[in-house]
């Protein structure tokens, strides 16, 4: 199959206002109402790039932003969106990239061999990517459990919060994947890790300069945590999002892969990429 | 059309919207090149005095900041306790609050305000239909423009529909009140029909678009022009040279 950018049909112009209030509503009633350290504003525009292509995928979130900030009427607007605009543009574009390499497909009865052998890839492609970032970002300032840290109980406690949240994400991920028997469930996690990450290394300089590192939403007392831990405000920003934005972008994509599933073949087949995204043409 | 010609009730409003959104974006890209507290400052001013000109003063001042808020406490918190510093103010348990926190989190705000001010000014008095219709006579592909209108429509919409949905569920016995954990769990049942009755929607509405030869090719005409003078227009080339040279000084480290 050869590679394709993706069109811009009627369906697809008629998609992409729909994806942008879903967005803008999740986006702001989930985030603010439950204080979770997550945004989950980006499942329209991923279900953009995931049916239509990658370039719908990016025109979807950059024009989210920018109407967020620029057209909507005053209750819903926000000041505030348009300078993520070009994140969210990636994030649309990856979305779509790896929905065309078919991991947004479900594989159902997947046999046992097959889901160790995902587990087993996933974990290491996510581990490689974790090994990383932390020998590269976080070293020196991630001071949570080395001696020379501040050693309060506050932030002994967060650490702790953090390290069990990342080993609660991983059994979480293993008991999906064996529970629900499809290994269509590690592509989607290795799909959303790397959206996050590079989506964390975009918005930090962003968030860091534009706002002085904060959010208003729970993500902010990590950055906290970070600066009291010794790092400079960029660092800890982007300590923070390297955190939040991969666990972020994988439970947004598993919304959206999950909503895959649950509409019918017929609907999907309609968009430009629907086919290649759940795997109808079967080699 | 008519419900296209916003009203007018000051000079301000009766600029063309390109001027306007061509000052918000100098304010609040400005804003962020100059930084430090002047240029916030004499930003905040300037839009205040024109906020005052086209009568909205009170409801600008009240929309930024209910949006400012929520960051200006983060901020404040973020930067004030636990940003490194050498002159420490005072002590809070394990948190310092340092001068050089206080001062980040002050350059901060003054530029968080400066940048909501500017561009709540332009969405305050500005008709967006206009806009967008302002921009598509200007060159913006048709598409990109629908997709504009077309979300002011669809986010109301979505909401309603959510809503429709909440309460359908809850006569069903689903709990939407309560713990954390509850409100979580009564989410799935809302958000799923939500997302699955739009998307199936989009046949029904790309069929009657279609049906109105939404895909023809070429221009539109557009029967509505927005008013445009040369002054306007020098005033806008007249900010984007102002902001570019902003850039430039930044760059070369001369403010």
């Known amino acids: ?283 | 059309m008519s419900r296209l010609v916003p009203a007018t009730p000051t000079a301000f409003h009766r600029l063309n919207p390109l001027t306007k959104v061509t000052l918000a974006t100098t304010g609040s890209v400005g804003a962020v090149i100059v930084g430090g507290y002047l240029g916030p400052l004499t930003i905040l001013g300037v839009m205040i005095a024109l906020a005052a000109q086209a009568g909205v003063l009170r409801a600008l001042l009240r929309a930024s900041l209910f949006l400012t808020l929520p960051l200006a406490i983060s901020v404040v918190l973020v930067s004030v306790f636990t940003r490194a510093g050498t002159t420490v103010l005072f002590q809070v348990g394990p948190f310092d609050a340092t001068m050089e926190g206080v001062d980040f989190a002050g350059q901060t705000l003054v530029r968080l305000l400066a940048i909501s001010m500017s561009i709540g000014l332009f969405v305050m008095t500005t008709e967006p239909r206009a806009f967008v219709f302002d921009l598509e006579r200007r060159g913006v592909p048709p598409r990109a423009a629908f997709v504009a209108v077309a979300t002011i429509e669809a986010v109301p919409t979505l909401i309603e529909r959510a809503g429709v949905i909440g309460e359908s569920q809850r006569a069903r016995g689903l709990d939407t009140e309560g713990s954390l954990r509850a409100r979580l769990r009564g989410l799935i049942p809302i958000v799923a029909p939500l997302i699955l009755g739009s998307l199936t929607d989009v046949e029904e509405r790309s069929l009657a678009l279609e049906s109105r030869a939404f895909s023809r090719p070429g221009r539109r005409h557009l029967l509505w022009t927005m008013p445009d003078s040369s002054p306007e227009r020098v005033l806008r080339w007249a900010l984007v040279l102002v902001l570019v040279l902003a850039g430039i000084a930044r760059i070369t480290g001369r403010i």
Do not use: C, H
């Open chain 1, 1 to 283: 199959m050869s590679f394709s950018w993706g069109r811009f049909d009627t369906r697809t112009i008629v998609l992409i206002p729909i994806a942008i209030a879903i967005n803008i509503v999740l986006g702001q009633t989930v985030a603010a109402a439950l204080k979770i350290p997550i945004y989950l504003d980006s499942i329209g525009t991923i279900l953009v790039g995931v049916l239509a292509g990658p370039i719908p995928g990016l025109v979807t979130g950059l024009l989210a932003n920018l109407i967020w900030t620029y057209v909507l009427p005053a209750p819903l607007q926000s000041s505030y969106a348009a300078p993520f605009a070009v994140v969210a543009a990636e994030i649309g574009f990856l979305s779509g990239v790896f929905a065309q390499l078919g991991w947004f497909r479900s594989r159902p009865n997947s046999s046992g061999q097959q889901l160790v052998i995902a587990a087993v890839v996933a974990l290491v492609i996510v581990g490689g990517l974790a090994i990383y970032t932390v020998s590269r970002f976080y070293t020196g300032a991630f001071t949570f459990f080395s001696p020379e840290g501040d050693q309060s109980v506050a932030f002994q406690l967060l650490g702790w919060l953090i390290a069990v949240g990342i080993v609660g994400v991983i059994v979480g991920f293993l008991a999906l994947l064996f529970l629900r028997r499809d290994a269509g469930v590690a592509y989607v996690v290795v799909a959303g890790v790397i959206m996050g990450v590079i989506s964390a290394l975009i918005s930090a300089p962003i968030a860091a300069v534009v706002f002085g590192g904060v959010t208003g939403s729970g993500t902010d007392l990590l950055v906290a945590a970070f600066q009291q831990g010794g790092s400079d405000l960029q660092t800890a920003v982007l300590q923070q999002g390297l955190l939040s934005d991969p666990i972020d972008k994988v439970v947004t994509s598993f919304v959206v892969f999950l909503l895959l599933r649950s509409v019918s073949r017929r609907v999907i087949a309609r968009f430009p990429q629907g086919e290649a995204a759940v795997g109808m043409e079967r080699p």
